[in-house]
């Protein structure tokens, strides 16, 4: 075997290391990327099926004095009363949804005959976490027409209504490629009277 054919045989055998090596790596980034979609999939899909019947049975009751049900809803938490077992007689509870640092977490308060007022806190106690590494939380309110930012059935002394459809928008991360954090955006939108 001549020095050109060795030399030959060594930059084949160079570029078939190479190429193989680049295929593995291409394969284990596509495998990890589509393992942290599945994962933050996963997590968005939970937290949805969680959200929307809660929402969906959401009540108000507009009358006056301490008794009163509202709905109070901002760019970033929604606050309502829900039954929270399925099924005829279920007990009610006073549900707090919201964005805290990089958590979602909710807020609950059983309601019962013992308190004097059915009017939310003004924070967020007794809270669980719902869904971990969340970089943006966003709600919108339709009325009908348009989309609104807040939505608080106080303001609505007369005619107290639910929004017609809740959006609720937000991004997860979840893992690390190739020095990127992998996100992904989900957006719902979930029909109140339906």
Known sequence: MSLVEIIVAMVIIVVV??????IFSS??????????????????????LFLRPKLKQAIIRNIPGNFRIDFVGTETSIK????????????????GIYLDGDKIKMSFERIDASMDSYEFPSGFSGSQILVENVKKLEFSYWDGSSW??????????????????IKVFFILYGGNL?????????????????
């Open 17 to 22: 290391f190479i190429s193989g090596f680049l």
């Open 148 to 165: 609104q930012n807040y939505w608080d059935t106080k303001n609505q002394e007369e005619n107290a209504k639910l929004p017609e459809k």
């Open 27 to 48: 394969i284990t980034r596509r495998i990890s990327s589509q393992s942290a979609e599945k994962t933050i999939s996963q997590r968005a899909t939970d937290f949805i």
């Open 178 to 194: 190739e020095g990127r954090r992998i996100e992904k955006g989900f957006s719902e939108e979930i029909w109140m009277g339906q």
């Open 80 to 95: 309502f009363v829900a039954p929270y077992t399925e099924g005829k007689g279920s007990d009610l509870g006073m549900y």
